[in-house]
């Protein structure tokens, strides 16, 4: 289960990171640098912290093959700004969700305690994000008031909640995707922002 999730997951992060260069203005190959960028960014890292070698995507082609795919699918919905952003604002809810907790779940399987899984999860579904955003040229979303790795943190926190409770994993796992696309979705839809510092006036 966890490995077709991990592909959905890799497919609309691809669409999202597809969307976003062609805001940008960049060309196929920019596209298909950013969408594969997007989509195994986030994963590479957690794969390279947990010692994960080959990193997934050298080891299983069928990774790029989606990627591909799917970057050259988006390329239907780009000539529709309007939807085109409203697409990309869905795709990215949908894989932070899903790579939040198949990234958690992989770190599951390599025996790291939930603390550090919660972080290596957490940094499966943005690093991919933040990577897009630099890359064509904008202010990352983690680096934002957006409710955006508060929202991976939150379904991840979810699903290690209900399995303590003693909810079966699988039941755990798909409601706290639930809850990190409903956060992320429900931020963008009410405007929810997290609270901004100031900087403290020192005379």
Known sequence: MIYWFDLLGVAVFAVSGALAAMQAGLDLFGLLVIAAMT???GGTLRDLLLNRHPVFWMKDTRYLLV????????LMVGPFPGHAIAVL????ALGLALFALCGTEIAEEHGVKPMPALLMGTLTACGGGVLRDVLSGQAPLLLR?????????GGIALYFALKAMGLPMRWAFVLGMVG???????????????PALQMLQLH
């Open 67 to 74: 990627i591909v795919a799917s970057a050259l699918a988006a």
């Open 89 to 92: 604002k869905i795709a990215d």
């Open 145 to 153: 008031k957006d409710i955006y790795a508060t929202a991976a943190i």
């Open 39 to 41: 989509a195994v960014g």
């Open 180 to 194: 990190v696309a409903a956060l992320r979705l429900a931020a963008l839809y009410f405007g929810w922002q997290l």
